[in-house]
């Protein structure tokens, strides 16, 4: 796997030692400001493939921040990010942006900004759309689906483009407990590689939730963040069964505002 | 009976006689207005949506500019016009001057800030919403900004149709750089003008009559569109446009 420098090299022994598990993302002290705004405090973070990383921490904490520095959107204003420049990644919000066209129309868009031609793109979204239960809203117009559904055609276009990293930021906060576990069951698929159409391997994840109990049935590690910082970073087992720094303990306990 | 039901009833008999005069001066007035609309919006609506995604220095400086010739009076967009065509002027070799290309011209200048302006304020509305999202699926500025329009084309139509009203329902421009000549420059707004001077109301009333007819049927246009596309997408409609005469 061929790493992209982003900015600085890395150190050369670091990278070495990563061989056997090169990493789709690797932070080092990075910082993000909006204007006088700290949105993220010196992160080092790694993240290696077939991993399912969930960020959590409460509102303003960074974890979006840190979705759209993985995902090129933000721009980090210190410390070093080197990206895998050979995987692809797709990015799902909170809220999908569906243009006022059909749901097909909609995931052949995503696959035709990623290169692949109408027609073909047409095709190929046609399994994606039927990956996710969806096929029979093809001709509609998605901006008439409901959230539920809107949130399951993203995962679609996301995932017919066959990215090997899945970035998703709060991707059931605003959904009904049905459609919430529509979209969870959808994600633990792809990170577990299942179906046809899509990435044959397993989709590495990383996403944010403020749904601990959605953190335990998804994750295999979890970093909590505070004020734009990494305080803890741990295997999901740990992180709900061992000892947490204060702030982290209070959050997982729901005593914290 | 007085000078202004008399003056009414005649205007009425004028529209339901089919009066050559009248109705050649309002389908003048259509095609001028129409030409100069489809002029802007090809221009307009490229340059407003490109505006609402692009990002450069001096970006802050255009849009003031922009903002200000949204305001500018008709008859200074007129002079402006006499005096690019005059035959002193830089395109006095054209010889459009007092022609329907010349009102073409003015009406197009006036109406082009117009449809930049709003589709400028629509794409970047949207953008600022989604345009993120269309970024991370790999859609650079100029790609982000077409489909961000086309998304919001319904919201445009409804600019085209307060464009095409902000063009029909002006004088100043059309009155200089026309000239309001009989049988060739002559439009709706400038006939209405010159008849009402001369005290003849009748003829003056019945192109009001139907000048307020196209407006409040434009009207009806935006708000038809409105309500099609609260059905069609089950959301609220964008922002309220209206056209005055």
């Known amino acids: ?257 | 009976m007085s000078t202004m039901t008399q003056s009414a009833a005649t205007a009425l008999d004028l529209l339901t006689s089919a009066d050559a005069a009248l109705w050649t001066i309002v389908a003048r007035s259509l095609a001028v207005s129409a030409t100069a609309c489809a002029l802007a919006c090809g221009a307009g609506l490229v340059l407003g949506a490109w505006l609402g995604v692009a990002r450069f220095a001096g970006r802050g400086a255009v849009l003031a500019v922009l903002n200000t010739l949204l305001a500018v009076p008709s008859v200074v967009v007129g002079l402006a016009v006499y005096l690019l065509l005059s035959r002193s002027g830089p395109l006095g070799s054209w010889g459009w001057l007092f022609s329907f290309k010349a009102m073409v011209l003015a009406q197009t200048i006036l109406v082009l800030p117009v449809v930049t302006a709003l589709t400028r304020q629509l794409v970047e509305d949207a953008d600022r919403a989604h345009g993120e999202q269309l970024q991370s699926l790999g859609a650079g500025p100029l790609l982000r900004s077409l489909l961000l329009a086309w998304d919001e084309r319904y919201a445009l139509l409804t600019v085209l149709i307060a464009a095409f009203g902000r063009a029909i329902s002006e004088v100043g421009a059309v009155m200089i750089v026309g000239g309001n000549i009989d049988g060739f420059t002559r439009v709706m707004t400038t006939a209405i003008a010159l008849e009402t001077s001369k005290g003849d109301l009748p003829l003056a009333l019945a192109l009001g009559f139907v000048l307020l007819a196209v407006v409040l049927a434009l009207n009806v246009c935006i708000a038809l569109l409105r309500r099609w596309r609260e059905r069609v997408d089950g959301a609220a409609a964008g922002p309220a446009i209206g056209v005055a005469a």
């Open chain 1, 1 to 257: 796997m061929s790493a992209r420098r982003v900015d600085e090299a890395l150190p050369a022994t670091r990278t070495g030692e990563a061989c056997a598990q090169a990493p789709l993302f690797e932070l080092q002290r990075v910082d993000v400001r909006y204007g006088r705004v700290r949105a993220l405090c010196a992160v080092d973070l790694r993240v290696v493939p077939g991993e399912r990383l969930a960020l959590v921490g409460a509102n303003g904490s960074g974890k979006s921040t840190l979705l759209r520095v993985l995902n090129g959107l933000a721009v980090h204003t210190a410390g070093q990010l080197v990206r895998d420049a050979a995987s692809r990644q797709a990015m799902l919000f909170q809220r999908p942006f569906m243009l006022r066209a059909s749901a097909l129309n909609n995931v052949a868009l995503g696959l035709w900004l990623g290169g692949v031609p109408w027609q073909a793109a047409r095709l190929q979204a046609l399994g994606a759309l039927r990956r996710v239960g969806l096929l029979d809203a093809a001709a509609q117009n998605a901006r008439t689906l409901s959230g539920g559904q809107q949130q399951r055609l993203a995962l679609a276009r996301a995932w017919a483009r066959r990215p090997d990293v899945l970035l998703l930021d709060e991707p059931t906060a605003s959904l009904d407990p049905h459609a919430k576990r529509e979209v969870e069951t959808l994600m633990a698929d792809f990170a577990a590689g299942h179906g046809a159409g899509g990435p044959a391997h397993p989709v590495t994840m990383v996403f944010s939730s403020h749904n601990l109990g959605q953190v335990k049935r998804l994750a295999s590690r979890v970093v909590y963040l505070e004020h734009g910082r990494v305080m803890a970073d741990l295997p999901v087992h740990d992180f709900f069964h061992g000892p947490l720094p204060e702030a982290a303990r209070l959050f997982v306990k729901g005593e914290m505002v």
